[in-house]
C-alpha cells in the first residue's frame, strides 16, 4: 500500500464548478501538506501547502487538512478552463530530508 | 531568478548507453532534489544535497546511477548501461534549507529520457 493514496480521475467539470480533489495518507510522521499543479509534459508547481491540521485560503484554492482522519482536499472555486491539469497532492515528515511523497495525481479538465 | 532549469529536455538513447543530466537550481537554493516521474504516477525521491554534500539517497537510486553537485550550485544526474525501464521523466528540484522556505520546494521542466 502507498503511503499517499489519490484518486487518479480523470475528473471533468463545467466551468464555473467547485472542484474538490482528495488525498488520504497513512503515515502520522508527515506534517506538511502540498499541493502540485502539472501541465502535460512540465515539472509540478507548487500551489499551496499548509503545516498540521486546518485551512488555508489562497484566492480561489481552499486547502483543508484533517489529520485525524489523514484526509487532505484542495478546493477550486469558479473553476476556469485554465485549471485543466494534473493536480499532486504532496507530503513532508517532520523530521528527514524533507523529501516530498506524492499521490498519482488527479487529472482534471475544466469544459468551457 | 530564473527559476530551476534542467538540460536536455528530452533525451533519447539506446540501450546500454550512459547519459547525463544537468539541473541549474535557484541561485540561493542551497537543498537540489532528484525525482523520477513515470507515466500516470507522482514523482518519486531519488536523492538530495545540501550544498555540496549528498544527504540520502533512495533505494530507488541502484548502482548505476550517480548524482553530483560539486561546488554546491548546479547538479548533475548520470545513469550508466541504461535499461529500458529508466525511460521517465528525470526532475530536479530545489528549496532553501532553514525556515519555512526549506518546505518549497520548486521544480524544473524536468529531462525526459526514453531508452530505445
Known amino acids: 500500500q502507498k503511503e499517499v493514496e489519490q484518486d487518479p480521475g480523470p475528473l471533468s467539470v463545467p466551468e464555473g464548478a467547485i472542484v474538490s480533489l482528495n488525498c488520504t495518507y497513512s503515515n502520522s510522521a508527515f506534517q506538511y501538506f502540498m499541493w502540485y499543479r502539472q501541465y502535460s509534459r512540465k515539472g509540478p508547481e507548487l500551489l499551496m501547502y499548509?503545516?498540521?491540521?486546518g485551512n488555508k485560503e489562497d484566492g480561489r484554492f481552499t486547502a483543508q487538512v484533517d489529520k485525524s482522519s489523514k484526509y487532505i482536499s484542495l478546493f477550486i472555486r469558479d473553476s476556469q478552463p485554465s485549471d485543466s491539469a494534473t493536480y499532486l497532492c504532496?507530503?513532508?515528515?517532520?523530521?528527514?530530508?524533507?523529501?516530498?511523497?506524492f499521490g498519482t495525481g488527479t487529472r482534471l479538465t475544466v469544459i468551457p | 531568478d530564473t527559476g530551476v532549469s534542467q538540460n536536455p529536455r528530452h533525451k533519447i538513447t539506446k540501450r546500454g548507453q550512459n547519459v547525463t543530466f544537468r539541473c541549474d537550481p535557484i541561485?540561493?537554493?542551497?537543498?537540489l532534489y532528484w525525482y523520477r516521474q513515470t507515466l500516470g504516477q507522482g514523482p518519486e525521491f531519488l536523492t538530495y544535497f545540501q550544498n555540496e554534500a549528498q544527504l540520502e539517497k533512495s533505494r530507488l537510486l541502484s548502482d548505476r546511477f550517480s548524482a553530483e553537485r560539486p561546488k554546491g550550485s548546479f547538479s548533475t544526474l548520470e545513469i550508466q548501461r541504461t535499461e529500458q525501464g529508466d525511460s521517465a521523466m528525470y526532475l530536479c528540484?530545489?528549496?532553501?534549507?532553514f525556515g519555512t522556505g526549506a518546505y518549497e520546494q520548486y521544480f524544473g521542466p524536468g529531462t525526459r529520457l526514453t531508452v530505445t
Open positions: 504532496a507530503m513532508i515528515r517532520q523530521t528527514g530530508a524533507n523529501n516530498l511523497f
Open positions: 528540484a530545489s528549496s532553501l534549507a
Open positions: 499548509t503545516y498540521s491540521s
Open positions: 541561485s540561493e537554493h542551497n537543498r
